[in-house]
């Protein structure tokens, strides 16, 4: 059962506008969240995260919202750039640190 | 410095053959992770390594054999493999398993192929 979902398989968006990528979870334990991206053939690369005390963490272009009662994160990547395009992976972990991954969205930005 | 590094980069290798996977990493962390990916599925964790000894199993088949030498290297020894078994496999690092809040770097992976 997955326990992160990421609904979208893939986002174009123009480069310059906003990209903004959706996370949701269904286990309430989860209390640390985090973004990968990832090109093709290379590991995940660590981008953000945002522990369960937070709403909101910001990273230069990178920005993670967290909404605890819905039980959702995004990642707003504003202005979006070509070299941005990638696959992104929601994480989410509560303990243990088991990471338990979303299967990703792959996004496109258009120069 | 948050480098993770993996060797070999891609490895072929047959049903009956045994080999090695390799995992480095100098940030002083002391959890280390094995991932299989498969083709556009998530990384799903096998083994955690904290403070050098094996503290998550996820019911990884035995012919899998993850052995932890110190504190910088992690090794994953294959044996009897199967074709299903072919995916990416990735390591990853974080400064202590206790905490949920630790983020966990990843290596650029090792792409296995079983024939």
């Known amino acids: 059962d997955q326990q992160v979902k990421q609904n979208s398989p893939s986002l174009s968006v123009q480069e310059g506008r906003i990209s903004i990528l959706n996370c949701d979870y269904t286990?309430?334990?989860?209390?640390?969240f985090l973004w990968y991206k990832k090109y093709p053939a290379e590991g995940p690369t660590f981008l953000i995260s945002i522990s369960s005390i937070k709403d909101k963490n910001e990273d230069g272009r990178f920005t993670v919202f967290l909404n605890k009662s819905a039980k959702h994160l995004s990642l707003h990547i504003v202005p979006s750039q070509p070299g941005d395009s990638a696959v992104y992976f929601c994480?989410?972990?509560?303990?243990?640190?088991?990471?338990?991954f979303g299967t990703g969205t792959r996004l496109t930005v258009i120069p | 410095d948050t480098e993770v590094t993996q060797t070999p980069k891609h490895l072929v290798m047959g049903m009956t053959n045994k080999k090695s996977l390799k995992c480095e990493q100098h940030?002083?962390?002391?959890?280390m992770y094995w991932y299989k990916q498969k083709a556009k599925k998530p990384p799903e964790l096998m083994f955690v390594y904290s403070y050098e000894k094996l503290s998550i199993n996820e019911s990884v088949p035995s012919r899998f054999s993850p052995e932890c030498p110190n504190s910088s290297l992690l090794n994953l020894h294959l044996h009897a493999l199967q074709p299903e078994d072919s995916a990416l496999y990735l390591c990853a690092s974080s400064q202590a398993e206790a905490a949920s809040t630790d983020t966990q770097y990843f290596g650029p992976g090792t792409r296995l192929t079983v024939l």
């Open positions: 994480a989410a972990s509560g303990g243990a640190n088991n990471l338990f």
């Open positions: 940030m002083g962390h002391r959890a």
């Open positions: 286990n309430s334990m989860f209390d640390y």
